[in-house]
Each structure stands twice: as structure tokens, then as C-alpha cells.
T-cell receptor, first 115, second 114 residues
Framework: EAGVAQSPRYKIIEKRQSVAFWCNPI?????LYWYQQILGQGPKLLIQ????????DSQLPKDRFSAERLKGVDSTLKIQPAKLEDSAVYLCASSLELAGGDEQFFGPGTRLTVL | AQSVTQLDSHVSVSEGTPVLLRCNYS??????LFWYVQHPNKGLQLLLK??????LVKGINGFEAEFKKSETSFHLTKPSAHMSDAAEYFC????????????FGTGTRLKVLA
């Protein structure tokens, strides 16, 4: 079974530039998550999709971050414009269902450096 | 609201000695609890999970954890550490109030000394 795919793996940009990350979840997984992991901290949920609908985006900085999941499969996360404090690893995860106790499968992440 | 506290940011053990990584949680509901491991430049991998069945949970690579409701703890143990166990470990509580989102602890970095 193929895992969660993410690209790019690394990205370096200047502040105020824009950037986009792509995620392809495990086939058949209805729920998709984007996390931000700042160095030395645990991952923080940014947005959660169930199929192509948003379940939770309470911690997404909506003035600069946006995400979509067209057709309930792939997803993109965009930052526009980027700030220095956005430097982090962005993790995508997916799970079969939206249910307590359901395991989330994580991709390798995209490491973003904002200069 | 749910939260999780990992009591040690760094733990060092010698190879072949026991491992104990401590986690306390706060939850208004009967929680689901997980331990994930993150090796450098790799994705998070599930070690084990508790979902209100047996309180002693066995996971991969010889790890286990015991759910203690009275102590609100979910500590991770392994009888004998291997060099390959060196990694970052995260305790996670799942919010059962509707969205089932994960709430991560701040992580414990395990160092295994030869």
C-alpha cells in the first residue's frame, strides 16, 4: 500500500513570497489533515477535511493560509504572503474515516524555510 | 478541552536498559490515546493506540503503554533499548468531542547510548 505522498520535500523562499504544498493521501482515505510542526514542538493541526469539506480550520491563519481538497482526493496548502515565523515542517496525514481511535498516516513532510 | 503533557523533553538511556517516556493527559471524555515515533527526516509512525479496550497496550518494536485513568497517565515503556530506538516520541490524545482531531504533546527526544 502506497503511503501519503507530499511534494516538494524542501522549499526555501523569501518573506512575502507565496508557496504551495501538495499532498496525495492513501487511496480510499476520506479524511485529510494538514499540520504545522515548528522546530522543537509537536505538530499543530491547521485544517482537517472530510472528503472535500472542511471539518476544522480553527487554527488556520486565514489571512495568509488557504487549503483546498478538490474532488476529495489530493490537497494543496498555500501560504501567501509568507512570514519568517512560517518556517516549519508541513505534514499531511490521512485516515480512513472520521472516528475516534482511527489511526492517522503521515507523509514525510515539506520543510519550509522563509528567509 | 483535551491536552497532553510529556513530562520529559529529553531522555537518555544505555543500550539494553529499560525505557520510560512519561505522558499525562487531560480529557473531558473517555479519550483515545496514541504514541507516535518520528525518526530524523522521516514521517510519523504509529507505535500503539488505546481506544477503551485493554488498558495495557502492546505496540510495535517491543513498546507498550498502560492507560491509568486514576492517574490520567499513558506512559510508554520498553524493557530493553536498542540503538535504533533513538528518535522523537509524541504522545497524542484524540479529541472525541466531534472532530476527533489529534492533540500532540511537545515530544520527548530519546537518546540511546552505546
Amino acid at each position: 500500500e502506497a503511503g501519503v505522498a507530499q511534494s516538494p520535500r524542501y522549499k526555501i523562499i523569501e518573506k512575502r513570497q507565496s508557496v504551495a504544498f501538495w499532498c496525495n493521501p492513501i487511496s480510499g482515505h476520506a479524511t485529510l489533515y494538514w499540520y504545522q510542526q515548528i522546530l522543537g514542538q509537536g505538530p499543530k493541526l491547521l485544517i482537517q477535511f472530510q472528503n472535500n469539506g472542511v471539518v476544522d480550520d480553527s487554527q488556520l491563519p486565514k489571512d495568509r493560509f488557504s487549503a483546498e481538497r478538490l474532488k476529495g482526493v489530493d490537497s494543496t496548502l498555500k501560504i501567501q504572503p509568507a512570514k519568517l515565523e512560517d518556517s516549519a515542517v508541513y505534514l499531511c496525514a490521512s485516515s480512513l474515516e472520521l472516528a475516534g481511535g482511527d489511526e492517522q498516516f503521515f507523509g514525510p513532510g515539506t520543510r519550509l524555510t522563509v528567509l | 478541552a483535551q491536552s497532553v503533557t510529556q513530562l520529559d523533553s529529553h531522555v537518555s538511556v544505555s543500550e539494553g536498559t529499560p525505557v520510560l517516556l512519561r505522558c499525562n493527559y487531560s480529557s473531558s471524555y473517555s479519550p483515545s490515546l496514541f504514541w507516535y515515533v518520528q525518526h530524523p527526516n522521516k514521517g510519523l509512525q504509529l507505535l500503539l493506540k488505546y481506544t477503551s479496550a485493554a488498558t495495557l497496550v502492546k505496540g510495535i518494536n517491543g513498546f507498550e503503554a498502560e492507560f491509568k485513568k486514576s492517574e490520567t497517565s499513558f506512559h510508554l515503556t520498553k524493557p530493553s533499548a536498542h540503538m535504533s530506538d533513538a528518535a522523537e516520541y509524541f504522545c497524542v490524545v484524540s479529541d472525541l468531542s466531534g472532530t476527533y482531531k489529534y492533540i500532540f504533546g511537545t515530544g520527548t527526544r530519546l537518546k540511546v547510548l552505546a
